[in-house]
């Protein structure tokens, strides 16, 4: 059993128990008058946004006033600041996410009129019973790849595939601004990130599961790594029709070797390796996409490679009916094998975002848009107008000739990942990083990790910690110095030849103007984190037009 689950409290908040088993409800409108509490987090504002578009009267509430509230607002969604009893008077359901507690008010009050308690995944889980479905788990990358697939069937799908729902946990950036991650739309076809950080991921039954890397992390609620692999070779489990995952990381391809052969012939590995790198053992019987000719132009921003698709891999799709979501394209034991017998389709990608992480989660979206049906030339070719989720590599302003960037990782791999890609979008210029750690839990377990992937950096400021769900009392001893001690022993030493400064500052404002102020023209300034980090790109930037618009004044009065 995990922690989470020893952890799930007795009035019945456990995020992974399906509560709408036996309740005969299938279609959404049957939630009645439905109310979220908390509205404005990522993951809550985007269903309630979806059942408002399939005709659910919704309302919700949240402890302050957001971009997101606003937005919900101005969409006809009542909306209470400040989490009342009162608010839940006349709801029907009541939904929840984990970062509610047993005892809050529109909780008990929710209990007592007898209103059905839902937890978010429920709702997902709901909108996912009546439309082919891709899911994007993984520890990094989920945003992003849920973003591509489902821009790739916006701007290139057709007839079924034309229009699809998508429930993302972040705006989408494009050409006309940012486009918010809720749709309900006119297709049969569903993404959805798939979050694992509580459990609740058990409940999904998806067409085609991506499953981006199975790198341990949540084990606030796993409590180990086995358990944290186990959710996922379960999940896996659970794809009706295709499973599509990682084989550069080394949990996806433990999480492969866990599973049965039966349904080998229905698993896409997408790898830079080879079959006999990789391991025929652990690929025997699934299908093999090779990510070759992966490159950066330096200065460009721009990230190119090549899939090498094996050619009877695209003769499967996950079931034109909805309904035949297993058929394969040759036996278990043979299909899309893609070793030197077998041919290939070569499909050329060129992004606009950077990154090898980038090219992998571009994979992951091409295959399964392909597996839906789609062309993978068209899929690629619409990959490549894709400009990012919103605050993952996303370019906020440039200043006095310093640059801005705004990205959500909060991992060390994603971390390393996100310098790495800067280093080479960015050659010879110095990186200042402002990052924010999410949970203190998590920066207590990974503190070592952490030192030494922001060690790529030139100048590292480490702020208070975003507590989300936790509490500070909790972790006494966790705090920004927690990272600058881990980057002071050896496991956190920098590369030969690179030396990083590291700051701790406990207000993130002044943390803020003090990186602006340490700038100098060519400098790339990062904004990093999960929490409220994004919020000091606004403080920076005006900092850096203050003295900016300074020098301009002193080179004049010359």
Known sequence: MTQGAQGADSAGLDPTRDSLVGSGIIDPRALGATHFIGIGGAGMSVLAEMLHETGVQVSGSDRQASEKTERLEKLGITVHIGQ??????GARTVVWSSAIKPDNPEILAARAQGSRILHRSDILALLMAS?????????????TTSALTAHILTEAGTGRLADPSYAIGSSIQSAQG?????HVGQGDVLVAEADESDGSFSKYHPTIAIVTNVEPDHLDHYGTPTAFRQ??????????GYLVICGDDQGGLDVLRDLDGDCRARIVVYSTGTRSQLGEETLEGASLVRIVSESEASGSGRERCTLRIPSNLLDLNAGGSGTDTGRSGGSGDSAGRGDSTDRTVDIPVDLAIPGLHNARNAAAAIIACTLLGMDPQ????????????SRRFEVRGEIGGVTLVDDYAHHPTEIAALLDAARRRYPNRVIRVLFQPH??????????????ALSQADDVTVTGIFPARERQEDYPEVG???IL?????????????HQADFHACEDMNQAALDVADRAQPGDVIITVGAGDITTMGQVILDRLASRSEGRDRREGAR
């Open 439 to 452: 949970l203190f839990s998590r920066t207590r377990i990974f503190a070592d990790q952490f030192a030494a």
């Open 131 to 143: 439309r082919r479905s891709v899911t994007v788990a993984g520890a990094h990358g989920k945003t």
């Open 231 to 240: 959710a996922f070779v379960d999940h896996a489990r659970r794809a009706e």
């Open 84 to 89: 009342k009893a009162e608010n839940v008077l």
């Open 378 to 389: 068209a899929a690629a070719r619409a990959a490549g107008d894709f400009r990012g989720a």
């Open 480 to 482: 920004p110095d927690t």
């Open 485 to 497: 001690q881990a980057r002071r022993s050896a496991k956190a030493e920098d590369a030969p030849g």
């Open 178 to 182: 940012a486009i918010d991650g809720g």
